[in-house]
């Protein structure tokens, strides 16, 4: 509801209700009779005769007559239901009559603006799924742009001038990051990699995992589902908390086709546990012929030791330990796109793209695009090229600058700012315990309360996501690109003058 002042005081209008009511406007206390109200329905023009009215009629034709149209509609169903509520008396009509033309344009505005919007990310959780996990480099989104609005060689040899093949553009850039010996493709999740691998490695054969490997992930990603999707058969070994190298070799049959290895990347298991080191795996199944399969989930192409994370093994140190096969998503600590990625031994990836699933789960050109930009960073060394990169690295000295800044702009009467040290996650179910310190913006409002609050910056303009804890409003800058400082700065003090 929203508050107009008339004579007689305060009314509530419902905010649905686009037509602005000037100050004048008062709610008549009175119940209004059918009479009334049949009244009040018989002053409504009708949709035709505002279609046809000047204003809307040049609307129309810029915007089109049937989202001209539908606006009309709903604005009309909006002061019937006022109507009906009582919530409009004859002046209010009036009044709402002579707003129309305006109340049509701000509806039309409202249908057709974009549901998918950009979003200011304060909640310092870098690879934040529901937000769209790993922002793209300016390089990548260049490159989309370039693939996007010309024809391309995305599925052509430029120099043998017939067809190629599209997962040529990034294989190059793979063997120079991990090497000469491995062929990557590209799917368009790592839930796809994971199905595409299974099924071309062991369809209808068993597949050996770990107990302690039959992960879920956030949309309800199991690997036992997925492997019954992939048609191969689960042949699981161990207990939840200690599998032993003897449990895979034992289970190894004549119908074995692959041994497992699913990284816990969302989660671990501390105490009385026994994992065997991927090295010992990958000699087993190696004696046994057999090909090692790990799925590390999100797959990082740098050495995250360099910023103080531990446990968390990259692509090229699974390789290196004679994993023979490795997918991961490309949108997570790679930093790049939506993307699954395979990785491995030349001939079982061969063996992958020539499966009929690979068509049907492949990647578009401008995930190629992206994909390809973002990659020639790695090879160039300019990991801070890469979003997710820079802000992983990013110091809390630094973000303690800009969040020193932020509350001076910001500190007024109804809005009290604080400053915090806290912690910084990975998020994308990628190394669940590391915790990167940070300081943190505590915000409390005089007016309204830390959920109230935070409401009120979903609905800013771009919509501010923050954190909610222990009745405060947390912000943290390191997930806030710091050219929109100054948005946030703005979005704030609109909510303190909003007290």
Do not use: W
């Amino acid at each position: 509801m929203t508050l107009c002042f008339c004579g007689k005081g305060f009314v509530a209008v419902p905010s649905r209700l686009l037509v602005r009511i000037p100050s004048t406007a008062c709610h008549n206390h009175a119940a209004l009779t059918t009479q009334d109200k049949s009244a009040l329905y018989r002053r409504l023009p009708s949709v035709d005769d505002l279609l046809h009215a000047t204003p809307l009629v040049a609307l129309a034709a810029g915007e089109g007559e049937a989202a001209v149209t539908e606006a009309a509609r709903t604005v009309l169903a909006n002061l019937r239901s006022a109507i009906a509520e009582e919530s409009l008396d004859e002046s209010g009509i009036s009044l709402a009559i002579s707003g129309l033309p305006a109340a049509i344009v701000r509806q039309l505005r409202q249908n057709l603006r974009l549901s998918l919007r950009a979003v200011i990310n304060a909640t310092g959780v870098i690879l934040h799924t529901n937000l769209g996990r790993a922002p793209l480099s300016s390089r990548a989104l260049d490159h989309i742009r370039e693939a996007a609005l010309s024809y391309s060689n995305l599925e052509f040899d430029l120099t043998r001038g017939e067809r190629g093949r599209r997962d040529a553009h990034v294989d190059r850039l793979f063997r120079k990051l991990l090497s000469e010996k491995t062929s990557t493709i590209i799917v368009n999740n790592n839930a796809a990699a994971v199905l595409l691998a299974l099924n071309t490695l062991a369809e209808h054969g068993e597949v050996i995992v770990s107990r302690g490997e039959l992960v879920e992930i956030g949309g309800s990603f199991r690997i036992p589902d997925v492997m019954r999707k992939s048609n191969a058969i689960l042949r699981e070994v161990g207990t939840t908390n200690r599998t032993r190298l003897t449990d895979y070799e034992n289970a190894i049959t004549d119908k074995t086709r692959l041994l497992l290895r699913v990284h816990r990347s969302n989660f671990q298991i501390t105490g009385f546990t026994e994992q065997p080191g991927v090295r010992h795996l990958a000699d087993v199944a190696h004696r046994h012929h057999l090909p090692l399969m790990e799925d590390l989930g999100s797959g990082a192409l740098f050495d995250l030791r360099s910023i103080g994370i531990t446990g968390e093994p990259g692509v090229l140190d699974s390789l290196d330990s004679g994993v023979d096969v490795v997918t991961y998503s490309g949108d997570k600590l790679l930093g790049g796109p939506q993307a699954g990625i395979v990785s491995g031994r030349s001939d079982l990836v061969a063996g992958m793209r020539s499966n009929s699933l690979f068509r049907a789960l492949r990647a578009d050109k401008l995930t190629y695009a992206a994909l390809e930009a973002t990659l020639l960073a790695y090879v160039k060394g300019d990991h801070n090229a890469i979003p997710a990169l820079r802000m992983m690295r990013m110091s809390k000295d630094e973000i303690t600058r800009r969040a020193e800044a932020l509350a001076r702009a910001i500190h007024k009467s109804n809005l009290s700012v604080e400053l915090l040290d806290g912690e910084s996650v990975i998020g994308g179910g990628a190394a669940p315990t590391a915790l990167l310190p940070t300081r943190l913006l505590a915000l409390t409002h005089r007016a309204l309360s830390a959920d109230e609050l935070c409401a009120a910056l979903r609905a800013s303009d771009p919509p501010v996501i923050a954190r909610v804890e222990e009745g405060r409003v947390l912000l943290d800058l390191r997930t806030v690109f710091p050219e929109q400082d100054e948005t946030l700065s703005h979005t704030l003090a609109t909510r303190d003058s909003d007290g």
